[in-house]
C-alpha cells in the first residue's frame, strides 16, 4: 500500500515550549546532528510526497518551537548565474549569527507566464528568522536590495514585511497585472493586508 500524500504527525511540540527553545546554541547541535546523520550517498530510496516535499509535517504545532516572539520566514530566489549573490546572502545570515531552524535550498526549472508567479530558472533559499535577531528588519531590507539587484525577488505568499517599493524591481511584469486588476476590479472590492501594503489593491470607491 503506498503512503499518504499527508502524513500524521509523528510528535507535537507542548503547549509550554519556552521562548528561548531555539537559538544559536541549539539550533547549531540540531544542525550538526543532522548533517551527520544523512549518508553520504543515497541511491535507489523511494520517500512518500509527504516525506520528501514536507517533512515538517512530521511535527504537529512546530512552530510552538519559537515560544512567543515568533519567527519571519523568508524566501527567496535568484538566477542561475548569481550563485555568488546566493553565496553572499547565506553569509551574511551567518556573519550577523541569525539561526535558522529550517533551512532549505532548492533549484527551480523555468518559471511560467503568470505575472506574479515567484519562481524563475535558478536558486531558492527559505530560512525561518526568529524575531528578535537585533536589527532584523534592517537586515531583511538590505537583503531585498541584494535579492532585486541579483535579477531575483521575494516570494510574496510568506512576506509579511517587504516595502512596497522593491515590488516593481522584482516583478517585473507587475504593471500587466495592475492593468488587469484595474479591468477585473474598480471598485477595489477584493483587497488584503498584503495587497494594501504592497499597493496591490485598488482603493475602494463608493
Known sequence: MSSPVLAEP????????????????????????WHKRAPRSRDGE???????????????????????RGFVQYQFVVPDSAHEELRSIFLRLVKAQVPSF??????????NSG??????????????IPTDVPDLMRLLDSMDQQVAAAGGRVYLAKDSRMP???????????????????????????????????????????
Open 164 to 206: 512596497a517599493q522593491m515590488l516593481p524591481q522584482m516583478y517585473p511584469r507587475l504593471d500587466a497585472w495592475l492593468q488587469l486588476r484595474n479591468q477585473m476590479d474598480p471598485r477595489g472590492v477584493f483587497a488584503s493586508d498584503l495587497g494594501r501594503r504592497l499597493h496591490l489593491a485598488n482603493a475602494p470607491r463608493d
Open 10 to 33: 509523528k510528535v507535537t511540540v507542548p503547549r509550554w515550549s519556552p521562548s528561548l527553545l531555539l537559538n544559536k546554541h541549539t539550533v547549531a547541535m540540531f544542525n550538526s546532528v
Open 102 to 111: 529550517l533551512t532549505v535550498l532548492k533549484r527551480f526549472g523555468p518559471g
Open 115 to 128: 505575472f506574479l508567479s515567484f519562481p524563475i530558472a535558478g536558486w531558492t533559499l527559505t530560512v525561518d
Open 46 to 68: 523511494v520517500q512518500s510526497i509527504s516525506e520528501f516535499f514536507h517533512p515538517l509535517d512530521a511535527v504537529a504545532m512546530w512552530n510552538r518551537a519559537y515560544g512567543g
